[in-house]
């Protein structure tokens, strides 16, 4: 795939309409000086799991040209961050993207200007040599030997991490009941918690622990890290090096998830963010395309918390989209996805927060909404796209993708019907 040459003359033809909205829009909108900067520093991860279609319990549509084995989804994030210059970094699941060579695999990513994000545990399905079943769960399991099996699995995934270059551990557990009675809920707490020390201790001083939460599914009746207040008294028994992780779509309808994320700043234990959107459930669609409102509400609370406590909004919290469907082109899914994330963010820089604090401490309500609504009325897309342009990226990554006929290409190359995920 040759972006490089395309793309100059991609954005060669592009440019003048894109210095007439971007001249437009800083005539228009008090743009911070550092936004652009901040926007160049911004990086989202791209999970290994996104790559190809995703699947139903229903069925699977194979788009084709899907990567069949990991050095073939380090290309495919390789192609995202050619064109977007924004995707530079992947995020693992093992054992589905286990390696016998971590020095090349980390080298060939390197060449792709890509780092390793945080791994992904996987003890949610059995694998095909795996001793025991995780059928009623894994951390929370009443046999010790089962815990043991799923202790060591994610002690094995750090180590592997660790190999990669790779700084954090998400551990997202499947683990609850389906029916009431099946489940003693403090028990499994506590033997949950018991588990999750064991995987602690085996953290290098310098990594991260996520504990992801889930409202349901699979499990039907009960999760046993179902909700942020779950997930936050765990990591709190952990210690420092543990955080709450916030997916998008694991939240019962309506939550108020910027509140969430507001308080779990606050407190010192947001870890990171999982991309998504959803209408219903955890439908994991393309970020912002159902609730964009809500996305920039969530980075409206980030870019306030982070600021209060002086964090670095690129480096200090892990920023990862967790997505996939049965009906895009994933690629372009992605693109859309990174493209609708830097655009609340950027919207979130542009709130007025002297304004906000004054508007809230005279309790004038109908200013607090003009003033959030300014912002995300906003048309930003020229200020992405100049981040884009300042970082050698494409003027419109997604036109671009279609312009090279990049799937077919893949397709060529890699066949029409192959799998990228285990499941
Ligand atoms: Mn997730």
Redesign the pocket.
Known sequence: MFVGEKLHDHNALRLSAHERRYTFINSEVAIPSDLISKLKDFQIAIPSWALGTGGTRFGRFSGGGEPRNLEEKIADVGLLHALNQTSGAISLHIPWDSTTNPAAIKALAAQHGLAFDAVNSNTFQDQANQALSYKFGSLQHVDAAVRKQAVQHNIEVIQQGIELGSKSLTV?LSDGSCFPGQLNFRKAYERTVESLKEIYAALPGDWKLFL?YKAYEPNFYSTTVGDWGQSYSMVNKLGEKAYTLV?LG?HLPNANIEQIVSLLLMEGKLGGF?FNDSKYGDDDLTAGSIKPYQLFLIFNELVDGMDAKGMNHAKDLGWMI?ASHNVKDPLEDLLQSVEAIQMAYTQALLVDRAALEVARNANDVVACQEILQTAFRTDVRSLVAQARLELGGALDPLALFRDLGIRNQLIQERGAKTQATGL
């Open positions: 997202w992801e997916d694991h999982h967790d």
